[in-house]
């Protein structure tokens, strides 16, 4: 015989996936918005060099660059997340992340408009990602961290610049190792 339930038990599967969220992230600024990216998954920090264009690719791809001798794709974030353009600043700036796609990983780049800080960010500081009206929108995002009166956006950077971004990347050498 079943026992009557005291009350709505906890969502454990939410409760499973904000604890996977805890970590420390890299917090960085587009626009308005504060957002942040798993450090695991950042590699390096640059000032923004000189982008060499490649033709018939999604607007939001920047181009190229060369990093030390190896040639890694550039997403400007403001395109793909369809904010309003604007000039580069002397704090734009590039970070070289590592990004699974659907057989291997490889390096890519992204232009913010300014890196702010790491986050060292708990549990019971996170949120999952609300649901939003168009899934395609909030698929990037992986939860949301309430830290120092504010909500950074938490980003899944596999699902920003992952397979959809593989065109771009099919003439590089892969990074898998």
């Known amino acids: 015989m079943e026992t009557a339930k005291s009350g709505p038990r906890p969502n454990e599967a939410a409760a499973s996936r904000v604890n996977e969220l805890a970590g420390k992230y890299l917090t960085f600024v587009l626009a308005d918005g504060e957002y942040g990216l798993a450090v695991r998954k950042v590699r390096e920090i640059i000032k923004l060099p000189p982008i060499t ?42 970070i070289v992340v590592e990004v699974g796609l659907r057989t291997s990983t490889m390096l890519m780049g992204i ?8 986050l060292s960010v708990a549990a019971d500081e996170l949120e999952e990602a609300p649901a939003f009206g168009d899934r395609s929108a909030s698929a990037y995002v992986d939860g949301l961290a309430k830290v120092k009166g504010t909500v950074k956006i938490l980003l899944n950077v596999d699902r920003v610049c992952g397979a959809e971004h593989a065109e771009v990347g099919s003439f590089l050498p892969s990074a898998a190792s």
């Open 53 to 94: 264009a490649v033709p018939q690719v999604a607007p939001w791809i920047k181009g190229v660059i060369n990093l030390r001798g190896k040639v890694i794709p550039v997403v400007d974030l403001r395109l793909k997340f369809n904010v309003a353009a604007s000039d580069y600043t002397d704090r734009t700036c590039i």
């Open 111 to 118: 232009i913010v408009d300014s890196v702010s800080d790491v």
